[in-house]
């Protein structure tokens, strides 16, 4: 009998599919207990190196240097009794010497004697980092690692600024000139606009500092003077700097006396210095000409202006202060007398506050413009109108349009000019020298213009589009009736619904005097579905369970209410006094937890074998007073299938023995690798304390006491094992690039990275 070759391939495709199926092992049932209850043996009596520990901590206590001498002695002893029969060291030596180092007077003393123990082989890990961070707190060796950082900064810019345009014209040789002379130029900017006194050379100088403030006496003082007095000065010339480029801008957007303020400041550094003074004078000039401005506003004129209509001028003050008066009538016979007199301009400003009181805001702002247009030497009211016309929480409907038109233009030079559509970055140089030196990018740029045309309509809103719908907003509070609200309230809800805002939507929608009900009902589901989406996002249950109220309140009927009511219901059922979870990976790097020092597990429910009822990946759980929650592979032994869980109940010295270990081991890790990090969580440490006290039964039932803090290993915190650093300070990078066709490769020196306290010296 034959089988046709479609039949065979099909038959075979058949098999290659079924085969990850029948090769997957079920899952064994789980054990009576996931725990082993041994009985401990009661601890070995103390043996001889014992009594000595004892005796080097008596004579440590007491400061006898002769008896922790001896006691030394005896322990070294002891180590090499052991040593010659092949038997296990104590491991109390290197603690010892620690310990009798410790008691030393000199700080420099005992950090001499640290390094020397840092040479032995048999430290344990922990002893071992606290002593490398002691060592490397020495504030002369802080300062030589960040000058040193300093250097290779400045020499990887350099090497970099060579390096990568060299390299990535190997197929391109044609351009490299032209990269070349690209990146030296920009070196030189880098080099001209660079502080006097970079980050790391300024941690340096506080460094030396905190050596002479803590060794008065050294011997390196003469030498670290001389250093500190050099810094000191540069530093100086850093701050003055720093407060004349402010002070330059501030007097550029005349903001006279913010230009003053750093002025006073910069003299302040730099005495006497003579850009500094120059910047003073003439912002204390501008400051004097503003004063005088303000007094001559407050004084008062010397002509009557009121001398030829008192009538029709007081007709117009009665009108405006009684209620129920005719401003407008008032004010246009006192503006028929004289048309050109000395109150029409008042008389204008009148009539048009009563346009606006009376709904013809657009009749009153026209009339307010046209005002603000005017001299403000020769109208009294220019300089009010102007106020008035200016505000942006008073002429809302004027900002937002004056915004919308910003944020369409800032998208049209998006298009043309990419990132530059902002203008040219601020890097420090004088006059039009900052747009010779980006006009090469700036011409790269232009080039993108068709793809950035293609994106336009998928691409994101602009930093201006939400200025703009700020005070969309604000138009919309202050005249929701007005004649441009319709208008405004059109432009607002595109943007929301542009970028996904659905509740703001549906928000606007509601407010339309006839909303089409479709789009309305629409609108709803997506707004509740939001709403769901941000109450799942938050961590506390007790926010959790208020916003799933909320949410049935809001939106009655909608899918996402029917949701939100059944995970509120499931939430309470499942919710327990604690959920503290122990992944297995993080048992799986950490065998003390999962040890007889910790939770006692069975060694076969981590053996990778699911037919031993495996552990699963979510792990074990701290339930809260004694309970514990144990999940194991489904019946399928498929890990991504949800686990059959097993609750047990700890006895109290267990529990305690487990908190202790999980905290102990956390902490250790995170001494030893800085990278691995113990998140601060106050309900977990209350529970945590209390176990140890044999409290936990003392059930805390508020929301906010429940912790949901996960211990997780490192491949699941970064999907792989993170791989070390390497110890050369460059990387081997490769270019390539699909517009231009060309390929290269270069090195590149790697930037030292920054300490945690950099921020402080910014």
């Known amino acids: 009998m034959t089988v046709s070759r479609a039949s065979g391939l099909a038959l075979a495709s058949l098999l290659l599919a079924a085969g990850p199926i029948a090769c997957r092992s079920p899952a064994g049932a789980p054990p009576p207990s ?89 430290l344990d890990p922990g002893l071992r980092a606290r002593l490398e961070l002691f060592r490397d707190d020495d504030p002369l060796e802080l300062a030589n690692d960040r000058i040193r950082d300093a250097r290779l900064l400045e020499f990887g810019r350099a090497f970099n600024a060579l390096a990568e345009p060299i390299g990535r014209s190997i197929m391109t040789q044609q351009l490299a000139p032209y990269r070349l002379g690209r990146s030296l130029v920009n070196y030189a900017v880098q080099i001209y606009t660079q502080d006097v006194l970079s980050l790391q050379r300024r941690q340096a100088l506080q460094h030396w500092k905190n050596f002479l403030a803590r060794n008065p006496d050294a011997p390196e003082v003469e030498e670290i003077e001389a250093k500190v007095k050099a810094g000191n000065a540069r530093y100086l010339q850093l701050q003055r700097n720093r407060a004349l480029k402010v002070a330059r ?82 004010a246009r016979r006192l503006r028929e007398l004289d048309p050109e007199g000395p109150l029409s301009d008042e008389a204008r400003f009148a009539e048009a506050l009563a346009l606006g009181e009376t709904g013809e805001s657009d009749a009153m702002w026209s009339l307010l413009e046209t005002l603000a247009e005017a001299d403000p030497e020769r ?55 900052e747009w010779i030196v980006d006009a090469p990018s700036v011409v790269e740029n232009i080039a993108g213009t068709p793809m950035r045309l293609i994106n336009v309509p998928w691409a994101r809103s602009l930093p201006s589009a939400r200025v703009a719908a700020a005070l969309a907003r604000r138009h919309l509070e202050r ?30 929608v509601e407010g339309r005097p006839d909303p089409d009900l479709r789009e309305l009902a629409d609108l ?60 297995r990976g993080f048992l799986l790097e950490n065998p003390e937890v999962a040890g007889p020092g910790g939770l006692d597990l069975r060694p076969e429910l981590l053996d990778g074998d699911p037919a031993n009822a495996e552990i699963h990946p979510e792990g074990v759980t701290l339930l809260g007073s004694r ?22 109940t700890l006895s109290e010295e267990h529990l305690a023995r487990v908190v ?74 490769f270019s390539a690039s699909l517009s231009g066709l060309d390929l290269g490769a270069f090195p590149r020196i790697r930037p030292p990275r920054e300490t945690p306290d950099a921020m402080l010296y910014r």
């Not at 002769?66 to 009794?81: C, F, P, Q």
């Not at 309970?627 to 047990?648: C, M, W």
């Open 249 to 330: 801008k501030a007097l550029e957007s005349d903001r006279v006396r913010l230009a003053l303020v750093y002025a006073d400041r910069a003299l302040r550094y730099v005495p006497e210095d003579r850009q500094a003074s120059e910047l003073r004078d003439v912002a204390a000039e501008r400051l004097l000409e503003v004063r005088q401005k303000q007094r001559r506003s407050l004084e008062a004129a010397a002509t009557d202006p009121v001398a030829g209509q008192p009538v029709a001028a007081r007709a117009l003050a009665v009108a405006l202060l009684v209620p129920g008066g005719d401003p407008a009538g008032a």
């Open 524 to 583: 709803r589901e997506r707004a509740a579905a939001q709403y769901l989406e941000a109450a799942l996002r938050h961590g506390s249950l007790a926010m959790r369970l208020g916003m799933y109220r909320q949410l049935s309140q809001i939106y009655p009927g909608s899918r996402a209410a029917r949701v939100a009511g059944k995970l509120a219901r499931t939430e309470v059922e499942e919710t327990t006094a604690q959920h503290i979870r122990i992944s």
């Open 479 to 508: 005249e929701p009736d007005g004649p441009h609200s319709a208008e405004v309230s059109q432009w607002l809800e595109a943007y929301e619904r542009k970028r996904g805002n659905w509740i703001a939507a549906l928000e606007l």
């Open 660 to 733: 202790s270990q999980l905290e102990e081991t956390s902490y250790r890790k995170m001494l030893l690798d800085p990278l691995e990090d113990v998140k601060p969580d106050a309900s977990r440490d209350v529970f945590f304390e209390r176990a140890r006290l044999g409290l936990a039964e003392r059930i805390d039932r508020r929301p906010g006491a429940i912790s949901s803090y996960a211990y997780r290993g490192v491949r699941e915190r970064y999907g792989m094992v993170r791989s070390r650093e390497s110890v050369l300070p460059f990387d081997i990078v």
């Open 627 to 648: 309970a514990v929650q144990v999940s194991y592979l489904a019946v399928s032994g498929n890990e991504k299938h949800p686990p059959r869980r097993v609750t047990e």
């Open 34 to 122: 996931a725990f082993l209850t041994q009985v401990r043996p009661p601890a070995p009596p103390p043996d001889v190196a014992d009594g000595t520990a004892v005796e080097i901590a008596r004579a440590a206590l007491v400061s006898s240097h002769e008896g922790t001498d001896r006691a030394l002695t005896r322990m070294r002893s002891i180590e090499k009794v052991l040593s010659a029969v092949d038997q296990q060291p104590t491991g109390l030596l290197p603690v010892s010497i620690d310990l009798v180092n410790s008691t030393l007077d000199d700080r420099r003393a005992y950090r001499r004697e640290a390094r020397s123990l840092l040479d032995r082989s048999d």
């Open 379 to 433: 109208s009294n009211m220019a300089r009010h109108a102007a106020a008035l016309v200016n505000a942006a929480s008073i002429h809302t409907y004027r900002a937002f349009d004056e915004a919308r038109r910003r944020d369409r233009w800032n998208r049209v030079k998006w298009v043309l000019l990419g990132p530059f559509f902002q203008g040219i970055p601020d890097r420090g140089l004088p006059g039009r020298l």
